[in-house]
């Protein structure tokens, strides 16, 4: 083989291997709003492996990708939150408490935004099985699972509509 050709059919594996990856394994997206500051501004492009749940299942302060089967968004679309409660897990906070609980355990949350409360009103959740309890890091300007316990699934996204982290 010439030096062209070899060059030539390493570039096309390549690009194909780049397709590939970017088609089965990774995908970006764009974060539309305040609700993961300080960590993700509005504008700002994350790319998110699509292999989840498995081999990589979602731990508690992941950030996820997940389809708004729930109407959460006008027009649905993709939402992206942090990952508070796992299944079977109970989240509290109570008003005055400094931070979330997570099964009586109170969580260290750095990626809060600067003078944040872990929330605005006090609330416990136990997370059903295929479940997660999300919320934003910027709590008061997120419309998370807290703001939308009254709706479709009570505030708790499925497992199955998580598409990346």
Request: charged share 20%; with cysteine; aromatic share 6%.
């Amino acid at each position: 083989m010439t030096g062209r050709r070899t060059a030539l059919i390493a570039a096309a594996v390549t690009v194909l291997a780049c397709v590939l990856a970017w088609a089965f394994l990774a995908r970006m997206y764009a974060i539309p709003s305040s609700s993961m500051e300080p960590g993700l501004r509005a504008g700002d492009r994350v790319v998110a492996t699509l292999l989840t749940p498995d081999p990589f299942p979602v731990r508690r302060g992941d950030v996820v990708v997940f389809e708004d089967t729930k109407g959460w968004l006008p027009g649905g679309g993709h939402v992206i939150k942090r990952a508070v409660g796992l299944p079977g897990d109970i989240v509290s906070w109570t008003p005055g408490e400094e931070t979330l609980r997570v099964n009586g355990v109170p969580v260290e949350e750095p990626y809060l935004a600067p003078g944040e409360t872990p929330a605005q009103e006090a609330f416990e959740v136990t997370v059903p099985e295929g479940r997660l309890w999300v919320l934003g890091d910027h709590r008061s300007a997120s419309a998370d699972s807290r703001a939308h316990r009254a709706g479709p699934g009570g505030g708790f996204v499925a497992l199955d509509d998580v598409v990346g982290q």
